[in-house]
């Protein structure tokens, strides 16, 4: 064994004592960060070529600093993101979240589907839309300063770029003085905040502490923002659009019944990530 693969061991170790939850692939990404190198090519680094700052980010990891922030990027889909603090961390769960809406977009019969991204913080729903539904246009809005920063910068980075339209503002305020928008949208997509303000303690400390509180909790019972996403998507969808919101795993219940029928919704439905938990919900704006 080189000298870098018997470092990670060791520092698979200090992760996992710290309690982090993927403690040998963190370790591991964490020195090909380092070191340049992909995780596959660890063993190819010359003892020689060990660089004594990958204990100092393993130190940061140790102390629940998200591993996104140190390595500067996340991975979404077919997405290499920049991130750090200031912006959500996009996360695996949401990837079901944007197949569901990619799958549904793709089979309306609409040449080039008009999307918002709600809340789209570093732009991640929004990028993968854009790639994924080529003749698509996407409108995403962010309201956290901070956030913005990053969410340009990506979509300043993408091919797609073209299509993207960001807008800095409240996302269940969406086109509020713009009535010409009302009733054109294919997609309403959201990753909105979703925790209870009463679950502070309970929460992981990479999210706790790092990420926007703007982007984890809304309310008393963490449903705040998804009632005015269900608003606002209630004006900007047309008859037999569809709005796709992540929730918490323990809101499966509750939240399909905020598209109710009396609100002129069809449909409403909650689905399944590839944990098999309640990961967001479905509905169909009603055709006449």
């Known amino acids: 064994m080189n000298l870098l693969l018997a470092e990670v061991a060791q520092a698979t170790q200090r992760l996992a004592a710290a309690g982090v939850p993927s403690p040998r692939f963190d370790a591991e990404e964490l020195a090909a960060h380092i070191h340049g190198v992909k995780r596959g090519q660890l063993h190819t680094v010359p003892d020689a070529d060990f660089d004594a700052r990958y204990w100092e980010a393993v130190a940061r990891r140790e102390a629940r600093e998200p591993l996104q922030h140190i390595t500067g990027r996340a991975f979404f889909r077919y997405l290499e993101l920049q ?8 996360r695996p769960e949401t990837e079901s979240v944007v197949d569901w809406a990619i799958e549904a977009v793709r089979g309306m019969d ?18 993968a839309i854009a790639q994924e539904v080529p003749r698509s246009t996407v409108h995403a809005f962010e309201l956290d300063e ?14 797609d770029r073209a299509r993207i339209t960001l ?5 269940t305020r969406a086109f509020e003085g713009d009535h010409s928008w009302n009733g054109r949208f ?53 008859p037999g659009g569809v709005v796709v919101v992540e929730h918490a795993d323990t809101q499966g219940g509750q939240v399909p019944w905020i598209f109710n029928e009396d609100n ?24 006449p």
């Open 83 to 90: 991130v750090g603090p200031g912006v959500f961390v996009p």
């Open 110 to 127: 609409v040449a080039e589907p008009l999307v918002v991204d709600l809340c789209t913080g570093s732009g991640a729903i929004a990028l």
């Open 167 to 171: 807008h800095a503002g409240d996302a």
């Open 186 to 238: 294919d997609l309403v997509i959201s990753n909105p905040p979703y925790i209870p303000l009463t679950e502070w303690e309970y929460v992981a400390p990479e999210a706790r502490d790092h990420d926007p509180q703007l982007a984890l909790f809304s309310g008393e019972d963490g449903l705040t923002a998804i009632r005015g996403i269900e608003r606002v998507a209630a004006r900007l969808l047309r």
């Open 264 to 287: 002129g919704w069809t449909d409403a439905a909650d689905h399944r990530d590839l944990n098999n938990r309640p990961r967001f919900a479905t509905a169909r704006r009603a055709v």
């Open 146 to 159: 901070d956030a913005l920063v990053w969410t340009r910068r990506n979509i300043d980075a993408s091919p």
